[in-house]
């Protein structure tokens, strides 16, 4: 158990560090990047990576335009990341508030409440989200409305559950008996007992959402077309993949790791912070 | 036992070398059992004469004939119709068909059919762009099963070179008549030089070549087109070897395989120009600022770096060798003089010229990499362009409700070898294609349209191309180039017009 | 039944909130405003909303969605023309993904403790951070590009054809009889269902190894050990027939990620389905074709969801006694 322990403290450190980096490039994205990610040299297309026979002057190389791929990576970072940040928050927000209701009080709005996540969850993610940009439009602000509108099921459907059981624990009824408001209870009682489950959820969101963002940017339904992100340079690149692999290849490796970084935070957190997780979440 | 003597008799026509009927002797013995070829998109519909599309021509053509067909290099030449005589006031056309056409449901093509096709049709309402041609014709006298007059409301100066064009292809009255406009859209029946013998639609097409067709036997005995949109794919396939041909590569990958040693890969200019659409309201109701848009606009480059400098740059609506080019018209590029010009009208670096700008992504090679680097060109001068992505579709819908963008990038396919289908048709403000409407405009195009004098009218359209161009109703950017990958083994010849010709592949 | 009254309608609305003309869309470009006009009443599209919908609903129940706009004919005979296509997708890609999961799942819990163990876990990890349309862009320039293995686009190599009996190319092509054509479909799959299986399988390998590990806990395990059975028939004979359990709800729940999955691996393979049909619809907002395409979606999602919940109740003796 010992050394189990520390295995997950590693893993605690090492997710959290490559999450913090992956933060501070998006932040920083500006004042590190060596080039202006949509500036373009037209006279010097598809140029391959410097280890791959390119110039210093491009490290990663540039695509079809001539922009430099490592710039437009890092800006990258910055689009995933506000995008994951405000939609994983807004999703947390709403999924979490209306779990917490149903969950709380039961009967006709539980009802209610479950009836709507049944229907949400009749629709594949990836088409209730492509559907919701068409209605939509495209953009960055409305990129983050459709996961939110998409994912607050992710927390609602397993919130409910917890607070369910919550709200029948002693102090909880203590609470009631005392007559304290059903909101300080939510807030005071309630919430304290699901807030583990609720960080380790929203970890694991916001390796979704990177996905989701790089998806609809992918087919041209994400970001607009001046907003560097991955899934477009996945675009861009695709029709040069036999004489420019590497603008391909480098934009995946961004979505893998940071999606990698995001899924391990969230269980090293599990681990850390609710003490069932081990009999229930041991990979 | 009608059927064989025919063929038989065509045979020995063929033989015997009838001027019209000679087959090299090599076509027979270099028969090639199937080709298939990567292509970009499926033709939707069967119905020869729905659509004006450039793409569903070369698939359509394999079924059908035209009345008249065009050389490589866009000249009209005889095919269904073997002479063809415009009236001076160009009010008819006299055309003479040939007696031995037949579709492949062996009734034989004769006048009538002829007149179905570009009169009854069009009276009946079926819904089909040929009429944008053939609006005009008010009548066709059926003088014998293999002469007919048309008769125009208007002079029609372009009828021959649209019988050569895209949508006209004759159809069988009597076989239209029994399937209906619907059974016309799902089950082709044509006199072309093949069948259609598969048909999945998106995915796969296969015809096979009908023996005893009329003229010139192709090499290919069946021609399967692999519908593949996605230009990586097309490339796959043609280097995996499960095609033997693929269009509209890349142009990169165009240059690696003609360094390679395994396939042949061509860059073929052809009859289709990409410009900028151009209002003449909203940011672009000032003259200056629309020439600053044409002026800060480095079309050399954008050949360079999307075309690898294989796109002819272009300062006229038409092509090189056009007729109505005006010789020793040129418009520079001039960035220091766009942003003077946006200096006299009072923009500058604070106060920028702001535009919306559409584009298509994927409707032809690099459509949407030219329009992001025209985006840079133009701030580089102080023009701020916001751009969209549209579909073809969607840019048509746009224009009629008025609600296209000031810019948008485009283009446009004009396989007639006149004038009168690239300014004519793009500034015509009666045609769905018209962006810059001004009473001016309009006064120059519409005589065109109805002068009889040949060389009056191709004299008129110089001096329109010139005035366009100086007055900033458009922005022509390039020729558009076709590019075509096959392997060793095959000969392909390319057309003017961007067809894929059944009888221009042959063997090696 | 009910939800699905309810989505149609929310999809219905959504879409007709758009700001596109469907009179316009299904009428050439040469159509004058007289046309468009005559065509918006005619199509119903200047009544209220909910006439429309009411309009829609009536028709959709006799199977008739109404005409593609950009295709110009029936969209019920477009769908159901790829349908097939990509329901082999799907169901070979699941058919992996359970096999391969369940495997890896009971790999790794019978070497629990070992090297073998933790690799395989490092290995779940790494899949889990690949969805199934970076693992197909990943395979394409593997096993197709670097390394020209597999085709990767379409359903069947040029020149070859099939008859056309069920769709299912898989079962037409060994109802003709041909082996050489069933291993070529065969191999046109291949990439696209590894990645969408692939894809999927981590939740099983998880939800099977934590299940089996919650099982190992159970007093009877125990007393199967003190009874002297084998490891081995523990595992297979008593632990895995209710460890399985919670698989299977996870497949029923989680089939739509996979289903909606083979939306964009469609398109990178250039497959015939009705992702692409979608894709296609979706930019040129051809709305009837969208609607229909959605509801398939959903529909399918639901028939999973039902699907597993009655296999649940069969595996699990508790609930049916």
Request: net charge negative.
């Given at each position: 158990?010992h050394g ?11 997710s ?9 490039m998006?932040?920083l994205a500006p004042?590190i990047?060596?080039?202006?990610p949509n500036?373009?040299?037209l ?7 410097v ?8 490290l990663l190389g540039?695509d ?5 791929i490592l ?5 990258g970072a910055?689009?995933a ?9 807004g999703?947390m927000?709403l999924?979490?508030?209306l779990a ?11 009802w209610?409440?479950?009836r ?6 009749s629709f ?10 068409v209605g ?11 996961i ?7 927390f ?12 029948r624990q ?6 009631r ?5 059903h909101?300080?209870?939510?807030l005071?009682?309630?919430l304290p ?5 609720i960080?380790?959820?929203f ?22 077309a001046d ?11 695709r ?9 391909l ?10 999606v990698l970084?995001f899924?391990?935070?969230?269980d090293s ?5 609710d003490?069932?997780s081990?009999?229930r979440?041991?990979? | 036992?009608k059927d064989i003597d025919?063929r038989l008799f ?6 015997a070398?009838g001027a019209?009927?000679?087959?090299p002797d ?5 028969d090639i059992?199937?080709?298939?070829i990567?292509w970009?998109?499926?033709p ?9 599309a450039?793409?569903?021509?070369t698939v359509?053509k ?8 065009q050389?490589a290099d866009?000249?009209l030449?005889?095919n269904v119709v073997?002479q063809w005589?415009?009236a001076?006031?160009a ?14 449901d ?10 179905f ?7 009946r309402?079926?819904?089909i762009d040929l009429?944008?041609?053939?609006g005009?014709v ?5 003088v ?18 649209w019988?050569?064009?895209?949508a006209?292809y004759?159809v069988s009255?009597?076989y239209?008549?029994k ?7 799902t089950?082709?029946?044509g ?8 048909y999945?639609?998106d995915?796969?097409?296969v015809?096979v070549?009908?023996?005893d067709?009329?003229?010139?036997l ?11 949109p ?12 499960t ?6 590569l ?24 990409i410009?900028?659409t151009?209002r003449?309201?909203g940011?672009f109701a000032d003259?200056?600022v629309?020439?600053a848009?044409?002026k800060?606009?480095?079309k050399a480059t ?5 075309f690898?400098g294989?796109?002819?740059t272009?300062?006229?609506?038409t ?7 005006p010789?020793?018209?040129?418009f520079a590029?001039?960035?220091e ?5 946006l200096a ?8 920028p010229v702001?535009?919306g700008?559409?584009?298509t992504?994927g ?10 680097a ?14 969209t992505?549209?579909?073809e ?7 009629a409700?008025?609600?296209l963008p000031?810019a948008s990038?485009f283009v ?8 009168e289908?690239?300014?004519g ?7 769905p294609f018209?962006?810059?409407?001004t009473e001016e405009v309009t006064?120059?195009v519409?005589p ?6 040949y060389e009056?009218?191709?004299?008129g ?20 180039i076709?590019?075509i990958?096959?392997?060793k ?10 067809l ?6 042959t063997?090696a | 039944?009910?939800v699905f009254?309810?989505v149609?309608?929310?999809?219905f ?8 003309d469907?009179?316009?869309m ?7 405003i007289e046309?468009?006009?005559?065509k ?8 209220p ?10 028709s959709a ?7 593609s706009?950009?295709?110009?004919m029936?969209?019920?005979t477009?769908v ?5 296509a990509?329901i082999e ?8 993904a359970?096999v391969?999961?369940?495997?890896m799942?009971l790999?790794i ?9 933790s ?12 969805p199934?349309?970076l ?10 590009v670097?390394?020209?293995l597999f085709?990767?686009?379409?359903r069947l ?6 008859p056309d009996?069920?769709?299912?190319l898989?079962?037409?092509?060994l ?17 696209p269902?590894?990645a ?5 399988s981590?939740a099983?390998?998880?939800v ?23 490891d081995r028939?523990?595992l297979f004979?008593?632990?895995l027939k ?6 299977v709800?996870?497949v ?5 990620g ?5 939306l964009?691996?469609?398109?990178i ?14 930019q ?10 959605a ?6 999602t639901?028939?999973?969801n ?6 649940v109740?069969?595996?699990n ?5």
């Open positions: 158990m189990f322990a520390r295995y997950a403290d590693i893993r605690l450190i090492l959290g560090g490559a999450v913090s980096a992956i933060l501070l998006a932040l004042w990047a060596p080039h202006e500036d373009q040299d006279l010097s297309i598809l140029m391959p990576p280890f791959a026979g390119g110039s210093a002057e491009h540039t079809s335009l001539g922009r430099d710039s437009r990576l890092i800006h910055r689009t990341m506000t995008v994951a940040i405000f939609a994983s928050c999703a927000l999924g979490s508030v917490c209701i149903a969950g709380y009080f039961g009967g006709r709005i539980d209610a409440i479950s709507m996540v049944e229907i949400w969850l594949p993610p990836v088409v209730l989200s492509m559907l919701l940009i939509l439009g495209i953009g960055t602000d409305k990129v983050i409305l459709a939110i509108l998409v994912d607050w099921t992710r609602c459907r397993v919130l409910r559950t917890e607070v369910q059981v919550t709200r002693d102090y909880v009824a203590y609470a008996l005392a007559g304290f408001s909101g300080r209870i939510i005071r009682e309630v007992g699901v807030l583990p489950m960080v380790t959820l970890s694991l969101q916001m390796g979704i959402s990177v996905v989701v963002e790089a998806i609809l940017s992918f087919v041209s339904m994400g970001v607009p907003v560097p992100a991955w899934g477009q340079m996945i675009a861009d690149a029709i040069d993949i036999y004489s420019a692999p590497w603008g290849a480098l934009p995946i490796l961004m979505i893998f790791v940071t970084s899924n391990a935070l969230g957190l599990n681990r850390v912070l003490p069932r081990s009999a979440r041991p990979v | 036992m025919r065509m045979k020995l026509a063929g033989v070398g019209l009927l000679v087959r090599f076509a027979l013995a270099g059992d199937t080709v298939s990567a970009m998109t499926d939707v519909t069967w119905d020869p004469n729905q659509r004006l450039p793409d569903p021509q359509l394999m079924l059908f004939d035209q009345p008249l067909n050389t866009l000249e030449v005889p073997t005589k415009l001076d006031d009010r008819s056309l006299h055309v003479v068909l040939r007696d031995d056409v037949t579709f492949s062996g009734t034989p093509l004769t006048a009538e059919d002829f007149r096709t570009f009169f009854e049709r069009l009276q309402g079926d819904g009429i944008v041609g053939f005009v008010s009548d066709i006298e059926v014998s099963p293999v002469e007919a007059i048309m008769r125009f409301k208007d002079p029609f100066p372009t009828a021959p070179q019988l050569g064009f895209s006209s004759i009255k009597a239209a008549e399937v209906g406009v619907e059974g016309m859209q089950a082709p029946m006199s072309g030089p093949y069948v259609l013998k598969e999945r639609r995915s796969r097409i015809f070549r009908r023996d067709y009329w003229g010139d192709p090499s290919v005995r069946q021609i399967t087109f692999e519908i593949i996605d230009p990586t794919a097309r490339l796959a396939a043609l280097e995996s070897g095609v033997d041909m693929a269009l509209e890349s142009i990169r990958d165009v240059k690696r395989l003609q360094q390679g040693t395994a396939f042949n890969a061509i860059a073929n200019p052809i009859a289709r120009i410009y900028v151009v003449a309201d940011a003259h200056n629309r020439l848009a044409h800060a606009i480095d954008l050949s360079r770096a999307f690898g294989d796109a002819v272009i300062d006229v609506p092509i090189p060798g056009m007729p109505g080019n010789q020793d018209f040129a590029y001039d960035p003089g766009a942003v003077e010009l006299t009208s009072g923009h500058g670096p604070d106060k702001k535009l700008f559409a584009t992504n409707q032809f090679p690099g459509d949407y990499d030219l329009a992001r025209i985006v840079t060109m133009w701030r580089k001068v102080g023009i701020e362009a916001s751009l992505v549209i579909t579709a969607q840019w048509y819908e746009l224009n409700t008025g609600k000031d990038l446009w396919e004009n396989g007639t070898g006149d004038p289908l690239f300014a048709h793009m500034f015509n403000q009666d045609l018209s962006t810059y409407r006064a120059r519409q065109l349209f109805s002068e009889p004098d009056t009218r191709i004299r359209y110089e001096d329109l191309n010139a005035y366009l161009v100086e007055e900033g109703a458009i922005i022509p950017l390039l020729q558009a076709q590019t990958g096959f392997r083994g095959l000969n392909f010849k390319p057309w003017s017009n961007g894929v010709l059944p009888g221009a592949i063997p | 039944m009910p009254a309810v149609s309608m929310l999809v609305l959504a879409l007709r909130v758009l700001p596109v469907p009179a316009q299904s009428l050439p470009p040469s159509a004058t046309q468009v006009e005559a918006r009443i005619e199509m119903g599209l200047t009544k909303v909910w006439e429309q919908y009411a309009v829609w609903l009536g129940v006799r199977g008739d969605f109404g005409e706009a950009q295709y110009r029936p969209t019920s477009l159901l023309q790829r349908l097939p990509t997708l799907a169901t070979c890609a699941l058919a992996f359970i391969f999961g369940v495997a799942g790999l819990f019978a070497a629990r403790g070992t090297v073998l163990a690799a395989g876990m490092v290995v779940t990890s790494v899949i889990m951070a690949l199934d349309f693992l197909a862009l990943l395979f394409i320039l593997l096993l197709g670097l390394m020209p085709p990767v686009n379409g190599a040029p020149g070859l054809s099939v009996l069920t769709g299912f898989l079962v037409d092509t109802a003709a009889g041909e082996p050489r054509l069933f291993l070529n479909a065969l191999s046109h799959m291949a990439l269902v590894l969408l299986g692939l894809a999927f981590p099983i390998i998880r099977l190894h934590s299940s089996l590990v919650a099982t190992y806990q159970q007093s009877y395990i125990r007393q199967a050990r003190l009874r002297g059975l084998s028939s523990i004979g008593q632990a209710n460890a399985i359990l919670p698989v709800v996870l029923g729940t989680q089939f739509g996979l289903f909606g999955g083979t964009l691996v469609e398109l393979f250039s497959y015939p389905g009705l992702g692409n049909l979608m894709l296609r619809a979706m040129t907002v051809d709305l009837n074709v969208i609607m229909a395409v509801l398939i979606y959903c529909a399918t639901l028939i999973f039902s699907l597993a919940d009655a296999g109740y069969l595996l003796p508790r609930l049916r006694s």
